[in-house]
């Protein structure tokens, strides 16, 4: 089957940077849009940037201009570099990738990775 492991969140201070990784493994034959998106307590989940196979970019309002998506086709893995990091960052992130496995697409999600920014 396809796992997404994720990787690289934390604790960091107002101002501060974080990169976060996400890799796909298992039955891969292809794969579409990867991105990530985040929840914050008490909050509904929100897009927060994705990355087409093509490399087009979208990014959600709140963190244009500070984060940045990338991926590398070749190891099944997407980016998201945050900076300028501020509190209302703080979620935990879910890494999301639309895969073709087996004989069909699907969405697979990653177990998510918090993201703590102090004020």
């Known amino acids: 089957q396809v796992q997404l492991v994720e990787s690289g ?5 107002t101002g501060g940077s974080l990169r976060l990784s996400c890799a796909a493994s298992g039955r891969i034959i292809n794969i579409d849009t990867m991105g990530w998106y985040r929840q914050a307590p008490g909050k509904q989940r929100e ?3 994705t990355i087409t196979s ?3 970019r979208n990014f959600a309002d709140s963190v244009k201009g500070r984060f940045t998506i990338s991926r590398d086709n070749a190891k099944n893995t997407v980016y998201l570099q945050m900076n300028s990091l501020i509190p209302e960052d703080t979620a935990v992130y879910f890494c999301n990738s639309r895969i073709f496995s087996s004989s069909w697409w699907r969405d697979y999600w990653g177990q998510g990775t918090q993201v703590t920014v102090s004020s």
């Open 9 to 13: 969140g934390g604790f960091v201070q």
């Open 54 to 56: 093509g490399g087009s």
């Open 47 to 49: 897009l927060v940037a």
